[in-house]
Every structure is written in structure tokens, then in C-alpha cells.
């Protein structure tokens, strides 16, 4: 018997059909995957009842891999083939990873991104982040009964373009869709239902394991905009691990130390920091590889002396990120403690210290990114209702459709957040026109032929009408999931042609760029090419209303007017193919003036005849 | 004859529309669609229709629609864990068969 979940109202999905999404934090030192059920997010256990399942993997000698805490347990027996704080190294080169004299690794220097030497090959961190993605997803999937629709993965403001791409690339290889990669301050405020909160500035303050972030946030209309991040890449709970280390090996007066006693005496270190949360004394006590025995007391005033430096580490750069965003600290309404380091008394004084104000910390600061990133999750793959869509991106290239002339007319332009709906009204080019051709398009250039094709489709069924009197209203909607659907509407008989595209999908992030960049250097050729063009559309439309007005009213003109008309229409055209947009706009002017008189004789005429015949009380005027 | 909860799936309730921090109570429904004709469906509620029965169990109003009453009516719902999941599970006195998967039903 299925278990069921319960569903917004109206949201039941058919059987065999729920959608099952799951946030992932994929933390430096722990990954944890959370997911919504009966609209609570919870963070899912493996069998064992652990909620947290450490990111390091073990390459073992028969060719298998274990990860979480089998593998940490391997950290001192087998540094080499244990990989911890792989996050560090995605999409980086060797030259961007400072220090690695310190790690027990072999770094191989490739291209791009550096790759670490195994008993198992060279692995780049993508795979090795893969490995920890893929226990999780089996996890996800034996809690929820079924295959996962797709994750939303968390990952740190301040990461870059590769960093991102190498997230999403570990994802894919673990075979997860990403949903989408969601900022980790953004996660960890969505956690608590900071979106639904007053508006306000609020601090992410996380300090995790390898990683220090402090993101500074303004809510506004239930959206997060990101006003500064600061923080630093290699400042985490691991650092006051090492300080704690460093205190051993002096206290103990140890000569320098194997790889495997380093790991031991850091775990050793760990457990002391943990334990010292909520006790006042640790007692660290080993038998190193080396023979030599270690038994000491760590007190926490003694840890609080050794680690004050890095608290001070981490209160520079949110003083910055502050001044960045251009607040004091009284304009902060809420402070959010994110990462498990944050357990630290000392950390949480020195934080409500510097804000004047308690931080927020009833949610575990280790599950806080992952229950967000599954609310999240939970809305992008649409278990919500619309109205509770969040909003967390932007549009890499803007959007528009092809106008007359092959002109770019842009209708959401780039960096709108996503989701997003435009609508822009377009009329008819001619007489009697009845169906009318849109063509979707995305770049920053002016011609079309320039820009990338995204979909064509047709709206016919337009009622004959004369040129111009159409109100052909095309909207561009763009779902979370970046997912454009366009739809042409004609106002007057409301007949309506729609389209779905799917605009990321077969641009790379390169290709992105390339075309950024050719934006840039062609805006000036662009603009002239779009004068010539306009101008070309102008004329036509001129020659096409002229025409049809003399094979309507031609008698009211005079043998030798029509001639000089026809004259100035016969230069207009020549000069289409020919001339420059200046040119073509003269000529379109003097066929203007050209025809004057015959468009008031016209106008006389028409009136005449609508009056012919009506007593003037009768007139509405 | 009435839709009952059990008391762990109404303490289970309780707690999910408290986290919601909106809801009056719990829909029960099917829905004609399948591998085995019907599916149940399970949903919050924010208002009742005007048509709706509604029953009080363990102190949660349990509300369904004339229509599918007819076919759970005595169902008894339930809060189990399965392994790593965890969820409700009808137990309804009406069913003849079940797909394999036990989310559709034929009476």
C-alpha cells in the first residue's frame, strides 16, 4: 500500500504522478537532502537515523567507494584515497588552491580544474562530489517511494560561473536534474520562512565547515534580492579544528607527525570543539602511530583564547558586506545562523554582540540550507499553487520577437527574475491581413539574424481590418524553471496561437558570453543597421497605404497630380534598396508632402458622404 | 457510517497543518483515474463547499464531497512508516481490488 502525502488543496496529484523534489546541501564537510512532505519540510535519515552524512569519500583498494561516515572513519588509515572538503577544490585550478602542502593529497594539475591522485585514477572533484550526490539521491528515493522529478542544490553566493557549472555537471553525473542552484543565504532565509516575514534587511551569517559566507539580504514583495555577500573561501569550522591541532602538537611537545596521526589528531581535535558546545571542559586523549601518547584538557575559555582571531575573521567581512550594502548594524532585522560551527557559544555571543541583537538559531544550523533548498524544490516542481512561487533568478539573455524588417523588438529583457510575464500589442502591416507570423528570439542584438531563433509559430484568424487597426497582444511568460511559453492574443475576436520553448537549454554559459560580448562591440553597426531598417519598414508601409488610396480614390486627383505622386513614390522606391537611412526618411517626407493634398481631398469626400442624407439634429456632435 | 482517523494520524495532521499555519482540516477524496479505476486523493483544506459532509475525528474535521463518499465511507485513516518513508494509508472497508502499488483502487 502507497503512502500518501497531503496536497495543497486542488494540487492531488494522479497516481504514480507526484512530483517528488528534494533540496540537497552539498556542504564542504556535511551534505544533507531534505524534502516537503504533507507541505513540512524534513531532512531525510539514512538507516541508520543519521541526518547529516559526511562529504567525504573512500576510494577503497577493491574498486569500491564508500562515502559518509564509513569513509571518514578511513580519514587517519587512508588519507591519501579519502577525500574530505572536495568542495573546495570545484572548478578550481591547482594554482587557486593555496596551501597544499597542508593537505594529504596528490594534486594532478589539468586543465581547468585540478584533479586528485587515487588508488582509483585521477578524479576531478565533479566525480567525487558525484559519489556523495549519488548516496543521497538513493536515500531520497528509498524514503519517498519512487524516482526523484528533480533537487534544487545549495551552493555559496560568492561562488563563481565554474564553480556553479561544476555543481550542476556532479548533479547530472549522479544523474539528478537540477532543478535550479540556489544560494545558500537565500535557502537558509527561506528555511525560515523569511519570505512570508515582514520586509526587511536580513544577515545570513554561515559558518561552516570550510567555508565562511555572510550574505546580506533585503525581502521586499516576498522576494530576496541579494544586496552584498562577503565572506571567506577558506575560513570554516575545520580551521578551528586546526588551531586546536596546532595546540596539541605544541602542548604535547610532538615532533612532526605522519598523514595518519594529522587526520587522527584532527578528528581528535573536532570531537574536543563539539563537545565543548555544551560542556566546559574536553579531554583529548590518543596513542598516535609514532609511539607517542597525547592525553590533555581543553577548556573552553582556553578554546575561545586560541579561536578569537578567527571570530575576528569572520566579523571583518560582514562589517564590509554592511558597508557594502550601505547599512548600519540598526538596520539589520533578523541575523540567521547558518553552518555548524555556529554551535560554538563563543561564535553566537560575538554574533549578537556585533548586531545588538539575538540571531535566529531554533532551526538545526546544519539542516537550515537543506530544509529551504526542499521548499524550494517542493514549488519549482509545482506541488504549490502559482501564487506561492518564489522567485530566485534572472534571465541570462533577453527575449523579444522579429518585427518587420527583421528588427529585434526585445519584450523581457535580460536580467529580469524569473518568474516573469510581459506582454507587448503588435498590430497588422497590411490591409486585410489576416494571420501573422511570430518569430521568438533571444540575444541583445538589433537584427534578428544576429540574434538566436528560439521558436516561430503562426496566429491566424485575424479578422480583415485595415492595417494598423489589429490589437494583436503577444505575451511572454517565464515559469521558475526558466520555461518560456509565449502566447499571441488578438484582442478584438480573441483568437490565440501559443507556444512553449525552452530557452536555456543548448546555450552554453560560453555561448552566453560570446554573445554578450558581441552585443557590446556590434551596438554601433547594430543601431545604424536598425536605423536602415525602420526606415525601410516606414517606406514601405507608405507605398503600401498610398497605393491602396489611389486605387480607391484616384479620380479625386488630376492626371498631372497623380503623375507628381507617382514620381515621388517611383524615387521612394529606388532609393529603398539604395540609399541610407537619411535618405530613405527624405524621400519618405517628401512623399508625405507629395501627398497632402490628396489625403484632405480624401478626408472632404468621406465626410461628405457620411453626412449625405442626415438633418443635422439627428447628428451626434 | 463515518471517515475515522487514527490517533496517530491525527496527531500527524494536527502537527502538518500547524506548520502550514493556515487550514480548517483535511480533505479525503477519490479521483476517477488509475491503473485500477479510482485513486484516492488527500489535500488541506482552506474552505469548505457548500456540498461537503464534514466529520470530526480526534479533533480533526475530516471533510468530503457526497460523491466520493460513496466509495470510502467506514475508511479509517492511518499514519504508518514503511522503511525510510512515511505517510497516510487508507484503510477502506469498500475496496475490492488494488493495483500493485496500492495508490488505486476498484469497489
Redesign the interface.
Known sequence: ????????????A???QHKLAVGIDLGTTNSLVATV????STV????EGHALLPSVVHYLPDGSVEVGYTAQAQQSQDPHNTIVSVKRFMGRGLKDVGDTAQLPYQFVDTPGMLQIQTRAGQKSPVEVSAEILKVLKQ?AE????GELTGAVITVPAYFDDAQRQATKDAARLAGLTVLRLLNEPTAAAVAYGLDNASEGVYVIYDLGGGTFDVSILRLSKGVFEVLATNGDSALGGDDFDRRIFCWILEQAKLPPINPEDTRLLLTKSREAKEWLSDHTEARITSILKSGDLVDLTLTSAKLKELTQHLITKTLNPTRKALRDAGLAVEDVKGIVMVGGATRMPQVRHAVAEFFEQDPLTNLDPDKVVALGAAIQANVLAGNRSENDLLLLDVIPLSLGLETMGGLTERVIPRNSTLPIARAQDFTTFKDGQTAMSIHVVQGERELVSDCRSLARFELRGIPSMAAGAARIRVTFQVDADGLLSVTAREQTSGVESHITVKPSYGLSEDEIADMLQSSFNAADSDKQARALQEARVDAERLLEAIAAALSQDGDLLAEAERKQIETSMEQLRNLMNSGNSHEIHDAVEALNHATEEFAARRMDTSVRKALAGQKLNTLEL | MAITLTETAAR??E??LA??GKGIG??L?V?T???SGM????????ETKPEDIVFESRGINVIIDPKSLVYIDGTELDF?K?????????NNPNVKD??G????FTV
Do not use: W
Not at chain 2, 485513486?39 to 482552506?46: G, M
Not at chain 2, 502499488?101 to 488505486?104: A, D, H, L, V, Y
Open positions: 500500500m502507497a503512502l500518501l502525502q497531503i496536497a495543497e488543496p486542488g494540487m492531488s494522479a497516481p504514480h512532505r504533507s507541505g513540512m531525510l535519515h539514512d538507516e536515500r528509498k524514503a519517498l517511494g | 500527524r495532521v502537527k502538518f506548520n502550514r483535511l480533505r477524496g479521483k483515474t488509475g491503473c485513486a484516492y486523493t488527500l489535500e488541506f483544506v482552506d504508518a514503511e522503511g525510510l518513508n512515511e505517510g497516510f494509508k487508507f488494488e493495483c502499488c496500492g495508490e488505486s
